[in-house]
């Protein structure tokens, strides 16, 4: 598409001059100290092009979309083996809940939810030490990129590992449930780590395009799983948000409380957006706000 570098210019000038810009994350302190001014907005289409907009080379903690990519390690190392520890529907919860957890003894909702992601980290951290499972999600995210400077940010870790409380408590909630392979610690520290990691937004938007499903693009996954991912960022990718994204954005994504949002237009772009202030669920508000006037000015929605 020849207008894909005007239609980013504009949402990038329209984003900077937008009024409401959302709430930082403060609950991790270390993500507290970044400024909601920063914003950042890639697409890499089928064709290999590669578009953006604003701050695109400055690293942002991709927190919750790291999950994504053990999604996708857990579906290609154990396959359907996975979904009898992990459900596939959409929870109506904020991110961190536990009370359906009780509910439904132990089995999380979705991969994507934080009990969903701790039990999915869990599972291919079977035969690893997590120093070496942090190394591989690290070498699938450069390989996915075809960039080698991505890395973790060990001051963020840090910071979540210090307030994660609530993480540690559904972590041991699912071992009393006898749904952890290893002690709530270690999944969690390995967990935290993952969150932690930092990429740019063009090189979010380049990790992303094996989910494209176009030919000539890097393949880390069978079609048939990576198709599964994008119906689970569709339906369960914004949590409590998932709904109203569908509706806005009509795309499948995959959200973070650093601000990002990793969003794919089936057979046609994989786009990385970063704004750091967040809506009431937790889930960039102008990147929100940028994909859906991408999606409109395109027609990407898959509906
Ligand atoms: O576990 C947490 O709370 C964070 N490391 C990640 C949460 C997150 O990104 C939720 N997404 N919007």
């Known amino acids: 598409m020849s207008d894909l570098g005007a239609i980013l210019d504009r949402i990038g000038a329209e984003m900077a001059a937008a009024p409401d810009r959302?709430?930082?994350?403060?609950?991790?302190?270390?993500?507290?100290?970044?400024s909601d001014r920063h914003f950042a907005m890639a697409v890499c289409t089928a064709d290999g092009q590669t578009f953006i907009t604003g701050e695109a080379d400055t690293p942002f903690s991709i927190q919750s979309v790291s999950k994504v990519f053990t999604l996708a390690i857990a579906l290609g190392r154990l396959g359907d083996q996975l979904w009898t520890r992990v459900g596939r529907e959409p929870s109506g919860l904020a991110f961190n809940s536990m009370v359906q957890l009780?509910?439904?003894?132990?089995?999380?909702?979705?991969?994507?939810?934080?009990?969903?992601?701790?039990?999915?980290?869990?599972?291919?951290?079977?035969?690893?030490?997590?120093?070496?499972?942090?190394?591989?999600?690290?070498?699938?995210?450069?390989?996915?990129?075809?960039?080698?400077?991505?890395?973790?940010?060990?001051?963020?870790?840090?910071?979540?590992?210090?307030?994660?409380?609530?993480?540690?408590?559904?972590?041991h909630f699912m071992a009393a449930h006898g749904n952890l392979l290893h002690a709530p610690d270690l999944t969690c520290g390995t967990y935290f780590h993952q969150c932690a990691i930092e990429m740019s937004a063009r090189q979010l938007a380049l990790a992303g395009r094996f989910l494209i499903g176009a030919p000539?693009?890097?393949?880390?996954?069978?079609?048939?799983?990576?198709?599964?991912?994008?119906?689970?960022?569709?339906?369960?990718?914004?949590?409590?948000?998932?709904?109203?994204?569908?509706?806005?954005?009509?795309?499948?994504?995959?959200?973070?409380?650093?601000?990002?949002?990793?969003?794919?237009?089936?057979?046609r772009a994989s786009i990385a957006v970063w704004s750091p202030g967040l809506n009431a669920q937790g889930n960039s508000q102008l990147g929100t706000l940028a994909v859906e006037r991408l999606a409109r000015a395109t027609g990407w929605s898959v509906f």
């Open 216 to 267: 000539d693009l890097p393949r880390m996954l069978a079609p048939g799983r990576t198709r599964r991912i994008n119906a689970l960022m569709m339906t369960c990718g914004h949590y409590d948000g998932s709904g109203e994204f569908a509706y806005r954005v009509g795309l499948p994504g995959k959200s973070g409380v650093g601000g990002g949002i990793l969003v794919i237009a089936p057979g």
């Open 102 to 171: 009780e509910y439904e003894r132990g089995i999380p909702r979705n991969p994507f939810i934080n009990a969903g992601a701790l039990v999915v980290t869990d599972a291919i951290l079977a035969g690893h030490k997590p120093r070496e499972l942090l190394g591989e999600i690290l070498r699938f995210l450069r390989e996915a990129a075809g960039e080698d400077d991505i890395h973790i940010n060990k001051a963020v870790a840090a910071s979540e590992q210090a307030t994660g409380h609530r993480n540690l408590a559904l972590a």
């Open 22 to 34: 959302g709430r930082v994350a403060d609950y991790i302190p270390e993500l507290a100290r970044i």
